[in-house]
Antibody
Framework: EVQLVESGGALVQPGGSLRLSCVASGFTFSSYEMNWVRRAPGKGLEWVSYISSSGSSIFYADSVKGRFTISRDNVKNSVYLQMNSLRAEDTGLYFC????????????WGKGTTVTASS | ETVLTQSPATLSLSLGERATLSCRASQSINFYLAWYQQKPGQAPRLLIYDASTRATGIPARFSGSGSGTDFTLTISSLEPEDFAVYYCQHRRNWPLYTFGQGTKLEIK
């Protein structure tokens, strides 16, 4: 079964750090581009970060640039999101999502992990 | 930057009715548009890509149309499980991914 499972979400004080993980199974992970997408309470979906299949191309939304770092380990079938200098507005449900091969849409999503930045 | 604008923000309909959701792009995006469904506390689910191609396992009551700047997601006859939030999405050079602000489909 094709699956993505996120972990690492927690309650953290503003200014703190978290590392999210996403483990893939059921497909050849190293062939796929990956994204992190979030949904803040009461708001819509927001793309956060992208990493190419090899890890050589990386992009961030302006809202997280300089604070978040995406990475992947194709041996461990995992993608990560290191989140530093967290702000209240980073609170939300974070999803990892697979980009369909040679396409632009996200065809497989994890169930998400909750990040709460609050004092 | 390509901005996607969805309308209406909220759509109130009854079971069995037809739902028509709109997504307008600020510039032409050919047919490179996807639609997702999201229920509270759940992951988004891919419904449609390339404007009109149903994803694997998506019921035939869901259909997509449009090209250029104007796109439509139609649900022909609403089932109880269809009440959710729907998003359109595009990928261009920068920002890499863009979502519309969503349309909430609620039971009337």
């Amino acid at each position: 079964e094709v699956q993505l499972v996120e972990s690492g979400g927690a309650l953290v004080q503003p200014g703190g750090s978290l590392r999210l993980s996403c483990v893939a199974s059921g497909f050849t992970f190293s062939s796929y581009e990956m994204n992190w997408v979030r949904r803040a309470p009461g708001k819509g979906l927001e793309w956060v970060s992208y990493i190419s299949s090899s890890g050589s191309s990386i992009f961030y939304a302006d809202s997280v640039k300089g604070r978040f770092t995406i990475s992947r380990d194709n041996v461990k079938n995992s993608v990560y999101l290191q989140m530093n200098s967290l702000r209240a507005e980073d609170t939300g449900l974070y999803f990892c999502a697979r980009v369909a091969l040679l396409k632009y849409h996200m065809d497989v999503w994890g169930k998400g992990t909750t990040v709460t930045a609050s004092s | 930057e390509t901005v996607l604008t969805q309308s209406p923000a909220t759509l109130s309909l009854s079971l069995g009715e037809r739902a028509t959701l709109s997504c307008r792009a600020s510039q032409s995006i050919n047919f490179y548009l996807a639609w997702y469904q999201q229920k509270p506390g759940q992951a988004p689910r891919l419904l449609i890509y390339d404007a009109s191609t149903r994803a694997t396992g998506i019921p035939a009551r869901f259909s997509g149309s449009g090209s250029g700047t104007d796109f439509t997601l139609t649900i022909s006859s609403l089932e109880p499980e269809d009440f959710a939030v729907y998003y359109c999405q595009h990928r261009r050079n920068w920002p890499l991914y863009t979502f519309g602000q969503g349309t909430k489909l609620e039971i009337k």
